[in-house]
């Protein structure tokens, strides 16, 4: 398994962090605090707010580009070109599947 | 060959990220443009939370007692407006929502929601109708929140309140040399001006009558006249009290307001500023909808009114911006900012009800509010 995989298959667990942490800042009143960011916004309130944008981002934009680049790198992998065979079978530098 | 592979997965990535995310955080944008009610009532039952249990001022923490007021009242308002418009627009939710906007106004009229604007001029806003004063955020604000109850309830218990209110300020506009009334001493707002006609234009509609139409219309000449920059063709954000001269720039905050509030009051005027600011200020980041606080030409800082303003887009003029969207039928634009409310809102879904993590009562409200603003303006 390819490390771009591996860092795909952990996005679900980032979105189930991403939930857990919004529902925990809704509930400590997070939201009235953030949209009135200044020089009194308390310290966990832009902390969380940083936190969970940065997983939001990760997970919804960086995410799907993720995804894509890892399903187009593992059918790369798959899709190689074949050797030249000796005795002249199948010589040509074509894409053929891997098998 | 290893470049051709690494060139093809960077290629995926960018396109993925290009058209993917805003797509999937837009997802339901389209019920709620369309508006279809299960999407509504979602948004709905997550402000008639806080309206049921109103948040203290404390909930905010804008450094100035003054701000914190402001806030806590603009949350009933807007929910006020919001709920409002989705019982207008669904009569069979009308009894639940119709009586959660008599509770907003309620919380609108106690003494520590409209201290805020008392402890500024000194006075009572509603006690002083008599007198000259401006009072134009809270009596617009309150006023407009009594005049969607009258639509949604033509018995509404405030109709008495919202006539005395809209004699009061009718008065002093025609009074006023400006044409603009203060919202604090030596503060006028053009923005809060536009929710003091559109309350005034709400009024006439609830009471079937024109009391209020000449002197609305006079102010609108005034205001299209005077105070929307001729350059750019946004609002002014705050002008002198006393010879009308801008005293800030023309902003996204205040013109994208604008827009939904005088959706009540003047559709031409509101068309014209929606046309400028989606020409000055609208803008995309890989799919997402943004709106620039102030023109690109022109620097400025964040202050309360824009809220976050972030590589110059605001976050206010972005939601803001949902309401023009919906009113004059640019649903392209809708999706792409709904897409950002969604993307850094962080939505939090519970037993029927959507709050917005980010957004805490005045955001939730005011999501409310801009997302069910009635297409083509109200009927």
């Known amino acids: 398994m390819s490390r771009l995989t591996r860092v795909c298959l952990s996005l679900p667990i980032l979105a189930v962090a991403a939930e857990l942490l919004a529902r925990a800042l809704d509930a400590w009143g997070f939201g009235g605090k953030l949209l009135s960011m200044g020089t009194h916004t308390p310290l966990w309130a ?21 995804v894509a680049a890892a399903v187009v790198a593992a059918l790369a992998r798959r899709l190689r070109p074949t050797e030249a065979v000796a005795g002249g079978h199948g010589a040509g530098g074509g894409l053929a599947w891997r098998r | 060959m290893r470049f051709a592979r690494v060139s093809f997965t960077l290629l995926a990535f960018v396109v993925a990220v290009a058209t993917v995310p805003w797509r ?64 207008l627009a669904h009569p069979e939710l009308a009894p639940r929502y119709g009586a959660l906007v008599d509770t907003c106004i309620m919380h609108m009229l106690a003494a520590e929601s409209a201290s805020f604007d ?43 309140l919202g006539d005395r209110i809209s004699r009061a300020l009718a008065r002093r506009l025609e009074a006023s040399p400006l044409a603009l009334l203060e919202t604090y001493p030596g ?18 509609r609830a009471a079937h ?15 299209r006249a005077r105070y929307v920059d001729r350059t750019t063709g946004l609002l002014v954000q705050a002008v002198d009290s006393g010879s009308g001269t801008p005293r800030d720039a023309a902003r996204g905050s205040g013109t994208l307001l604008a827009v939904y509030f005088l959706s009540f009051a003047d559709a031409a005027l509101s068309r014209a500023l929606w046309d400028a600011a989606a020409r000055e200020l609208g ?34 003029a972005t939601g803001f911006a949902l309401a023009g969207a919906r009113i004059h039928g640019d649903e392209a ?47």
């Open chain 1, 46 to 66: 832009l902390a969380g707010g940083a936190l969970l944008v940065g997983l939001r981002v990760l997970l919804f934009v960086v995410g799907p580009g993720l």
């Open chain 2, 24 to 87: 999937l955080a837009a997802r339901d944008a389209g019920a709620l443009y369309a508006g279809e009610p299960a999407s509504r009532t979602a948004l709905a039952n997550g402000v008639a939370a806080w309206v049921e249990a109103p948040p203290a001022a404390a909930a905010f923490a804008t450094g100035s007692e003054r701000f914190d007021g402001e806030w806590t009242f603009g949350a009933q308002m807007m929910a006020a407006m919001g709920l409002a418009q989705v019982a």
């Open chain 2, 118 to 160: 008392a402890r500024a001029w000194g006075e009572d806003a509603v006690a002083s109708l008599e007198g000259p004063r401006g009072h134009a955020a809270y009596l617009g604000y309150l006023n407009l929140a009594i005049g969607m109850h009258r639509l949604v309830d033509p018995a509404s218990r405030h109709a008495a």
């Open chain 2, 187 to 204: 503060e006028t707002y053009p923005v809060d001006n536009t929710a003091v006609l559109a309350s005034l234009a709400l009024r006439d």
């Open chain 2, 209 to 223: 009558d024109d009391t209020f139409a000449a002197p609305v219309a006079r102010a609108l000449v005034s205001l």
């Open chain 2, 283 to 316: 803008d995309h980041v890989l799919g997402f909808g943004v709106t620039r606080e102030y023109p690109r030409e022109t620097a400025g800082q964040g202050d309360i009114d824009s809220g976050p303003v972030v590589f110059g887009y605001g976050v206010s």
């Open chain 2, 333 to 379: 634009r809708f999706r792409s900012l709904y897409a950002t409310a969604h993307l850094f809102g962080a939505p939090v879904d519970s037993g029927g009800a959507r709050r917005f993590a980010s957004g805490g009562p005045l955001g939730d409200a005011l999501l409310l509010a801009m997302t069910t603003a009635p297409a083509g303006g109200p009927s």
